[in-house]
Protein backbone atom coordinates (compact mmCIF):
# COMPACT_ATOMS: atom_id res chain seq x y z
CA UNK A 1 0.00 0.00 0.00
CA UNK A 2 1.15 3.41 -1.08
CA UNK A 3 -0.48 5.31 2.36
CA UNK A 4 1.98 6.31 4.87
CA UNK A 5 -1.14 6.48 7.06
CA UNK A 6 -4.84 5.38 5.47
CA UNK A 7 -6.43 6.91 8.80
CA UNK A 8 -4.84 11.02 8.07
CA UNK A 9 -7.99 13.16 8.72
CA UNK A 10 -7.04 15.16 5.39
CA UNK A 11 -7.72 11.43 3.38
CA UNK A 12 -10.97 9.78 2.72
CA UNK A 13 -10.04 6.05 1.87
CA UNK A 14 -12.39 4.57 -0.33
CA UNK A 15 -13.13 0.95 -1.58
CA UNK A 16 -15.95 -1.13 -3.26
CA UNK A 17 -15.09 -4.01 -0.37
CA UNK A 18 -15.86 -3.21 2.96
CA UNK A 19 -13.61 -6.18 4.44
CA UNK A 20 -10.45 -3.79 3.58
CA UNK A 21 -12.15 -1.24 5.94
CA UNK A 22 -12.25 1.91 4.05
CA UNK A 23 -13.76 4.98 5.42
CA UNK A 24 -16.82 4.53 3.18
CA UNK A 25 -18.04 2.15 0.76
CA UNK A 26 -17.95 3.00 -2.80
CA UNK A 27 -18.08 2.24 -6.47
CA UNK A 28 -15.14 4.45 -8.34
CA UNK A 29 -17.75 4.87 -11.31
CA UNK A 30 -20.50 6.59 -8.96
CA UNK A 31 -18.97 8.94 -6.83
CA UNK A 32 -21.21 10.64 -3.57
CA UNK A 33 -19.85 14.17 -3.67
CA UNK A 34 -20.69 17.02 -5.50
CA UNK A 35 -18.72 19.11 -8.57
CA UNK A 36 -15.67 20.08 -7.52
CA UNK A 37 -15.22 18.63 -3.83
CA UNK A 38 -11.30 17.73 -4.02
CA UNK A 39 -8.24 19.50 -4.84
CA UNK A 40 -6.49 16.15 -4.86
CA UNK A 41 -7.86 13.05 -5.89
CA UNK A 42 -5.78 9.56 -5.99
CA UNK A 43 -7.47 6.73 -8.39
CA UNK A 44 -6.05 3.54 -7.88
CA UNK A 45 -8.57 1.51 -9.53
CA UNK A 46 -8.50 -2.69 -9.95
CA UNK A 47 -5.98 -3.33 -12.63
CA UNK A 48 -6.43 -7.49 -13.30
CA UNK A 49 -8.91 -9.62 -14.58
CA UNK A 50 -7.99 -12.94 -12.48
CA UNK A 51 -10.49 -13.49 -9.48
CA UNK A 52 -8.85 -16.79 -8.44
CA UNK A 53 -5.51 -15.26 -7.44
CA UNK A 54 -4.90 -14.40 -4.20
CA UNK A 55 -3.66 -10.95 -5.20
CA UNK A 56 -6.87 -9.88 -6.99
CA UNK A 57 -8.99 -10.92 -4.29
CA UNK A 58 -6.63 -8.50 -2.04
CA UNK A 59 -6.87 -5.65 -4.12
CA UNK A 60 -10.10 -6.32 -6.53
CA UNK A 61 -10.85 -6.88 -10.15
CA UNK A 62 -11.70 -5.40 -13.25
CA UNK A 63 -14.57 -7.25 -15.62
CA UNK A 64 -12.96 -8.24 -18.05
CA UNK A 65 -15.43 -7.18 -21.23
CA UNK A 66 -16.68 -4.10 -19.38
CA UNK A 67 -12.66 -2.68 -18.55
CA UNK A 68 -12.98 0.10 -20.67
CA UNK A 69 -16.12 1.37 -19.75
CA UNK A 70 -15.81 0.93 -15.98
CA UNK A 71 -12.04 2.75 -16.60
CA UNK A 72 -13.47 5.68 -18.64
CA UNK A 73 -16.55 6.48 -15.78
CA UNK A 74 -14.28 6.02 -12.93
CA UNK A 75 -11.59 8.51 -14.67
CA UNK A 76 -14.51 10.94 -15.35
CA UNK A 77 -16.26 10.96 -11.96
CA UNK A 78 -12.52 11.71 -10.68
CA UNK A 79 -12.34 14.64 -12.95
CA UNK A 80 -15.84 15.61 -12.22
CA UNK A 81 -15.50 15.68 -8.30
CA UNK A 82 -11.90 17.70 -8.51
CA UNK A 83 -11.97 21.66 -8.44
CA UNK A 84 -10.81 23.41 -11.12
CA UNK A 85 -6.62 22.74 -11.28
CA UNK A 86 -7.35 20.17 -8.96
CA UNK A 87 -4.59 17.30 -9.88
CA UNK A 88 -5.37 13.55 -10.26
CA UNK A 89 -2.97 11.19 -9.60
CA UNK A 90 -3.25 7.75 -11.24
CA UNK A 91 -1.55 4.75 -10.58
CA UNK A 92 -1.83 2.06 -13.09
CA UNK A 93 0.28 -1.82 -13.19
CA UNK A 94 0.44 -3.31 -16.40
CA UNK A 95 -0.51 -6.53 -15.41
CA UNK A 96 -3.36 -7.11 -17.76
CA UNK A 97 -3.78 -4.11 -19.34
CA UNK A 98 -0.84 -1.70 -20.86
CA UNK A 99 -0.70 1.93 -19.36
CA UNK A 100 -0.67 2.80 -23.56
CA UNK A 101 -4.11 1.01 -24.01
CA UNK A 102 -5.84 2.87 -20.69
CA UNK A 103 -4.73 5.93 -21.84
CA UNK A 104 -6.20 5.44 -25.48
CA UNK A 105 -9.59 4.29 -23.87
CA UNK A 106 -9.83 7.74 -21.27
CA UNK A 107 -8.28 9.58 -23.83
CA UNK A 108 -6.51 12.25 -21.68
CA UNK A 109 -2.70 12.71 -21.94
CA UNK A 110 -1.05 12.63 -18.35
CA UNK A 111 1.07 15.64 -17.99
CA UNK A 112 3.90 13.49 -16.08
CA UNK A 113 4.12 10.08 -15.13
CA UNK A 114 6.87 7.67 -13.18
CA UNK A 115 7.54 4.12 -14.17
CA UNK A 116 7.95 2.62 -10.46
CA UNK A 117 9.25 -0.08 -10.74
CA UNK A 118 10.30 -2.71 -14.18
CA UNK A 119 9.00 -5.86 -12.13
CA UNK A 120 6.45 -4.47 -10.81
CA UNK A 121 5.35 -2.41 -14.21
CA UNK A 122 3.50 0.02 -11.76
CA UNK A 123 2.81 3.60 -13.48
CA UNK A 124 2.33 7.05 -11.63
CA UNK A 125 0.43 9.19 -14.24
CA UNK A 126 -0.39 13.25 -12.74
CA UNK A 127 -3.37 15.02 -14.66
CA UNK A 128 -5.00 18.30 -14.02
CA UNK A 129 -8.19 19.45 -14.37
CA UNK A 130 -7.60 22.54 -16.53
Request: charged fraction near 25%.
Amino acid sequence: MFWFNKKHPSVIYSDLRADVDPDIVQDFQKLPYPDKSFKLVVFDPPHLFDKSRWINQKYGVLLRKEWPMQLQQGFNECMRVLEDQGILIFKWSQGSISVSTVLSVIGVEPLFGHNSDKKSHTHWMCFMKI
